[in-house]
């Protein structure tokens, strides 16, 4: 095991941001999620929603953050829409598809992958038995439309990730309602600082293995204990500084499907609403006791009901937000524009960044086309938390600079349509679009068969 106490040199997090797909569309397919259900079948504009989400990464980027691109899945799936039956050219298979079950239609064009935050479990070398990063892909088994991901999702990490004597990417767990797995969504760390070993908390909704646990009645939960132990033991992590801590169900049947809706934890900070964890007095406790032996005083930033209540987080994803360190040690809030959109959250931000705590700016985005699909800037984007060599090891193709942002803004605008509706997707022409976008799109990021079948 490594020295807790030892940094390697110019350890940093790097934020791998979901590149938008041009095939962002409104389908409403995850049951849970109230913003997704909410615009179901209204039609969708992904030029905007790439454009915004690069426009993110090139201004924390421009701050000085460290930022890389993680390519969105080639769509639609052709392999999930004839393994249930649909036959014929591609052209026939969308139309039979269209005719008699248009949600398997909306689901093998999801463009979903975008929410990288669901991509996978990452743990860095400074928490590892074999000092190595390891990521574990996330099944998503819960929804069909985001199960399709796993494969192709492995296969993208690989690539960017091929050095096995500094990363380990571990295959999706098994598909089971025992083992489902949201990825980093159910994640968090807090450490004194990038590089340093530190504590690993896991979220999880229900356990099948202790069934009179309390457990949502309106929506399901979509991440189980089990599945977060199985995480923690790929990843070599030491028992006594793993946390398992279990979502308050009521949070899950109020909208909030992952626990970064409703919490983010960065450094000693966790920044979290009361109603957060089933036992928040005792995921505090032992948080402080896993984070003892490190040295690391934890820093709870609590928002109350009455401050802030479940609903007016679900509706401006306030939690949802990126929280990063500055060059100062303090830290960055990055947010949706709706957070300024809510009284109460406004009022509570105005406070927060008046408190002199670690919290010391405010930076807000317009990200309405994910935030319409139920996904903020948290969603968004991968943290993998890596060492210089290990940095200069990694896929230098994916890393964000003012370059690639302009390729790609140009490629944005080249390929995408700015309207995408349902009955659209059964169009033979978006799928040769598709297509074209990508085959180029491997060529920017010098990630070339990447989308081989």
């Not at 999706?172 to 004194?192: C, F």
Request: aromatic residues 6%; negative net charge; hydrophobic residues 45%.
């Amino acid at each position: 095991m490594n020295d807790p106490h030892r940094l390697p040199a110019q350890a940093s997090e790097i934020n791998f941001d979901g590149l938008v797909g041009p095939t962002h569309n409104y389908a409403g397919l995850s049951h849970g999620n109230i913003a997704s259900a909410r615009n179901r079948q209204s039609a969708a504009n992904p030029k905007q929603a790439a454009l915004q989400g690069l426009a993110k990464m090139q201004a924390l980027a421009a701050r000085g953050f460290a930022q890389a691109v993680l390519p969105p899945q080639l769509r639609p799936d052709f392999r999930l829409l004839r393994s249930v039956g649909f036959s014929g050219s591609d052209a026939q298979v969308l139309q039979k598809a269209a005719q008699s079950s248009p949600q398997l239609l909306a689901s093998a064009w999801s463009a979903s992958s975008m929410w990288a935050a669901n991509a996978a479990t990452v743990s860095p070398a400074a928490d590892s038995a074999d000092g190595r990063t390891h990521f574990t892909v996330a099944n998503l088994g819960s929804k069909l439309h985001r199960s399709i991901e796993s494969a192709q999702t492995a296969r993208c990490l690989r690539a960017i990730f091929h050095d096995a004597r500094h990363f380990a990417v571990h295959d999706a767990l098994p598909a089971t309602s025992l083992m489902a797995d949201e990825g980093a969504a159910n994640h968090g760390r807090l450490a004194a600082a990038y590089g340093a070993a530190g504590v690993e908390l896991f979220v999880y909704g229900r356990s099948e293995l202790h069934p009179e646990a309390p457990a949502p009645l309106r929506f399901p939960a979509r991440q189980t204990l089990e599945a977060g132990m199985a995480v923690a033991r790929l990843h070599g992590l030491q028992a006594g500084r793993c946390v398992f801590a279990q979502q308050h169900p009521e949070a899950i049947d109020q909208g909030v499907f992952h626990n970064d809706v409703i919490a983010v934890a960065n450094g000693r900070v966790l920044f979290y609403h009361e109603q957060a964890f089933l036992d928040e007095a005792g995921t505090l406790a032992a948080l402080r006791a896993a984070l003892e032996p490190l040295a690391v005083e934890l820093q709870p930033l609590r928002v109350t009901a009455d401050e802030v209540s479940i609903a007016e987080a679900v509706s401006s994803y306030l939690f949802n937000s990126q929280l990063m360190t500055r060059p100062d040690g303090r830290m960055l809030l990055v947010a949706p524009q709706e957070c300024h959109d809510n009284p109460a959250v406004a009022a509570y931000l105005k406070k927060l960044l008046a408190s002199g705590g670690p919290i010391a700016e405010l930076l807000s985005f317009d990200l309405r086309q994910s935030m319409r699909n139920g996904g903020g800037p948290a969603c968004l984007r991968l943290r993998v938390e890596l060492s210089a060599a290990e940095a200069a090891a990694m896929h230098q193709g994916v890393l964000f600079n003012d370059a690639l942002y302009r390729r790609l803004v140009a490629w944005v605008e080249r390929h995408y349509r700015d309207r995408l509706a349902a009955a659209d997707l059964v169009d033979p022409t978006l799928v040769g679009e598709v297509q074209s976008a990508l085959a180029e799109l491997q060529a920017i990021l010098e990630l070339p068969d990447l989308y081989v079948v």
